[in-house]
């Protein structure tokens, strides 16, 4: 057996699994008793009148089944959720009733839903205010209705110029820059990922971070515990809080029945000294630079900036690391008071995303719809998972429907199968309706990014999928004829020539294979 799967086999994820398993089935076998108890209780007290009994019983379980339904229907959720869930509860009456009380909503708790509205007014101070109207349109002409809608949604997602952005093609490119701005650190290094994994690139980046704690500069880490299962060890927060690194695990697993855990820290940030910023595609693990490939070459991408926009990365970081501590802290020590001047034409807006009702609309879905409704000539996407829902399709298929070129790059070899599948599974109507889909035949693309018209680009974690679109927290950059957007087109035109166009026919599979996916596309937006 091959090392690696050993690894796999004993780490925690396999445990972590199980012990979720096991919870849901004592969940299920505790609702089954109550039942069954009940009906045992009916015919020892009430022997004479069990019917009547049973009757009242069975006539107030429907009324729950019902008014359950009723609920479901009428819940102000995505729809596509709507219908697996109708199908649990009918299916199952009352225990699809009480499946569905206690796994149907991602919402954070009610206590960290008052203490996030808290952070926000405290961190509002620090955060530049969004261009105004005039100004904004007179800069980015009818791109500036989007860029205004996604202030709206978020309202910390502002308009910065003077700043400078630089792309990276490959995670490869990446890396010697990121360990250069690191070593220049003078006051404090802010990071927070999805994953990181002990390694030749996490080991490059740990490496510097321990020298600038010995040299009196703060450093604070974040992880995302369960993107981190099978790659560090369940308590490595604390051999890095050992080397002086302030580092917390996000939304830690906990064995509680409960839908929360997927609520996930799917963000890729780094901050240093408050001027320099990275965001992408890039988790910390030796896949992302090329130093070992598992499903062919991994494609994947990230943006530098450099100047005010990063103001956005700092003060969004601290929210979320005083959201995960508890604790209000004062910003202003950590948010520069001024920027060197920049000389960069275009605009630049980082922005954040996150469960609702954290987030009052789904900030980054809408983000991209918007861009399809504002396109004129072109819009790429490159995305590892394209599992979407109706509105999404149909924005896709109504860009295409005007003339507008609307391309999405997937990947040709897949990391999880069902992730795969599903991603196939939604070949057909696009192409249908006039969208090209392409794989990227050298391997995995795990680049999350949109261009348009050689105006606009967005580059950051957001992939199409509802994980994404509903229940992660995740960020990206919104950019607007920056040099970033240059290279971000010159990449895209290299993507194409190392890509396939899927047809009907690629798309097209056996009868089996299309009915299991689309009993899987069924239940996709429940997980």
Request: net charge neutral.
């Amino acid at each position: 057996m091959k090392r690696k799967n050993v690894k796999k086999i004993f780490s925690r994820f396999p445990f972590v699994a199980l012990t979720i398993i096991l919870l849901f089935l004592a969940f299920v076998a505790a609702i089954l008793g109550l039942i069954i108890v009940s009906d045992l209780a009916v015919a020892h007290y009430f022997p004479g009148a069990e019917p009547y009994v049973q009757f009242l019983l069975t006539a107030l379980a429907y009324l729950i089944v019902f008014i359950t339904v009723m609920h479901a229907a009428n819940r102000d959720m995505v729809p596509e959720t709507k219908i697996p869930w109708i199908l649990c509860i009918v299916a199952l009456n009352l225990l699809g009733v009480a499946i569905y009380i206690t796994f149907s909503s991602h919402r954070p708790s009610l206590r960290a839903r008052k203490f996030y509205r808290e952070l926000g007014a405290s961190s509002a101070p620090y955060e530049k205010r969004t261009m105004p109207r005039e100004a904004l349109h007179l800069k980015m002409g009818r791109w500036a209705s989007v860029s205004e809608a996604l202030s709206t949604a978020t309202p910390s997602a502002v308009q910065y110029g003077g700043t400078s952005t630089r792309y990276f093609p490959s995670g490869e490119a990446m890396w010697p820059h990121l360990l250069e701005d690191l070593k220049r650190a003078e006051k404090y290094i802010f990071l927070e990922y999805f994953i990181i994994e002990e390694g030749e690139f996490w080991n490059s980046v740990l490496e510097i971070l321990e020298e600038k704690v010995k040299e009196g500069v703060e450093v604070r880490m974040m992880y995302d515990d369960i993107g981190c299962m099978g790659k560090v060890r369940f308590d490595y927060y604390k051999k890095l809080r050992e080397k002086g690194i302030d580092c917390v695990k996000f939304n830690p697993f906990v064995p509680v029945i409960a839908n929360v855990h997927n609520n996930r820290d799917h963000r890729k940030i780094v901050v240093i000294d408050g001027k320099v910023g990275y965001t992408g595609g890039l988790n910390l693990a030796d896949e992302y630079v090329g130093l070992v490939q598992p499903f062919g070459y991994w494609k994947d991408t990230a943006v530098r900036l450099e100047g005010e926009a990063v103001r956005s990365l700092v003060v969004g970081f601290l929210r979320h690391d005083s959201m995960q501590k508890r604790r209000v802290e004062d910003f202003s020590p950590y948010v520069p008071a001024s920027y060197d001047v920049v000389h960069e034409e275009g605009l630049v807006q980082p922005f954040f995303d996150g469960p609702h009702p954290l987030y009052g609309r789904h900030v980054a879905e809408d983000l991209i719809i918007n861009i399809l409704g504002a396109a004129q000539r072109y819009v790429y996407i490159t995305t590892p998972y394209l599992i979407i829902d109706y509105r999404m399709r149909e924005a896709l298929i109504l860009a295409a429907g005007r003339g507008v070129d609307v391309r999405i790059v997937t990947p040709h070899i897949p990391d999880k199968k069902i992730a795969f599948a599903l991603t196939r599974s939604n070949y057909m109507a696009l192409i249908k309706g006039g969208v090209k889909i392409y794989e990227f035949t050298p391997g995995f693309i795990h680049a999350k990014m949109v261009l348009s018209d050689d105006e606009v680009a967005i580059v950051g974690t957001i992939n199409l999928d509802y994980r994404s679109f509903l229940y992660h927290f995740e960020n990206a950059v919104l950019m607007y004829r920056t040099s970033a957007v240059e290279e971000v087109k010159a990449d895209m035109v290299s993507i194409f020539e190392v890509s396939v166009q899927q047809s009907e026919a690629d798309a097209k599979r056996s009868v089996v294979w299309r009915g299991i996916c689309e009993l899987a596309k069924l239940f996709a937006p429940l997980f």
